[in-house]
T-cell receptor
Framework: SQELEQSPQSLIVQEGKNLTINCTSS?????LYWYKQKYGEGLIFLMMLQKGGEEKSHEKITAKLDEKKQQSSLHITASQPSHAGIYLC??????????????FGKGTLLTVNP | EPEVTQTPSHQVTQMGQEVILRCVPI?????FYWYRQILGQKVEFLVS????????KSEIFDDQFSVERPDGSNFTLKIRSTKLEDSAMYFC??????????FGPGTRLLVL
């Protein structure tokens, strides 16, 4: 089974609609990171969550961490075409040391139709 | 805003050839990483590097791979004898003592 499961795999929304992407870990989370990737390009850091119940927002994007469920959600309010891309969750799943290597989910492809 | 840069953006090579992918991490960062993403698949960890030595490597990072920080700014990934299955996007990342990694734009490697 996958260590990090993202859902949905893809999402098509109309501009202005809200949406949520989920990321669930099969292991204990020691840090959860959201990145955005445009097809064939690099990963752009969005937000990092470390503590249970933590919630962070940047512009119209909000991310939450439910430590007990080992799950994070990314919520976009009033989506715009500029939000389109692939959203990746990455997690530090090893407790030891300070390496912070990341394990990634498969990504969620978001399309926003104008 | 400081960025991680990578060169080349694209590289085409013949199977069996050596390639060197280059990265310039953000200047005050201390920890360096290489990841790869085969087309249509997940981003996978290859290796981490700190204090001039490998701190962790994955099963993918076999004897054909090596990393080096030849000077104060560059961080390189060498593949000695490329295979078809090495075709992928290779990402360099770096971070300070904090945990957030910042990624470069990637090098797309195609092995023919």
């Amino acid at each position: 089974s996958q260590e990090l499961e993202q859902s949905p795999q893809s999402l098509i929304v109309q501009e202005g609609k809200n949406l949520t992407i989920n990321c669930t870990s099969s292991k204990t989370l020691y840090g959860l990171y959201w990145y955005k990737q445009k097809y064939g390009e690099g990963l752009i850091f969005l937000m990092m969550l470390q503590k249970g119940g933590e919630e962070k927002s940047h512009e119209k994007i909000t991310a939450k961490l439910d430590e007990k469920k080992q799950q994070s959600s990314l919520h976009i309010t009033a989506s715009q075409p500029s939000h389109a891309g692939i959203y990746l969750c990455g997690a530090s799943l090893n407790s030891g040391g300070s390496n912070y290597k990341l394990t990634f989910g498969k990504g969620t492809l978001l399309t926003v139709n104008p | 805003e400081p960025e991680v840069t990578q060169t080349p953006s694209h590289q085409v090579t013949q199977m069996g050839q050596e390639v060197i992918l280059r990265c310039v991490p953000i200047s005050n960062h201390l920890y360096f990483y290489w990841y790869r993403q085969i087309l249509g698949q997940k981003v996978e960890f290859l290796v981490s590097f700190y204090n001039n030595e490998i701190s962790e490597k994955s099963e993918i990072f076999d004897d054909q791979f090596s990393v080096e920080r030849p000077d104060g700014s560059n961080f390189t990934l060498k593949i000695r004898s490329t295979k078809l299955e090495d075709s992928a996007m290779y990402f360099c990342a770096s971070r300070t003592s904090g945990s957030t990694q910042y990624f470069g734009p990637g090098t797309r490697l195609l092995v023919l």
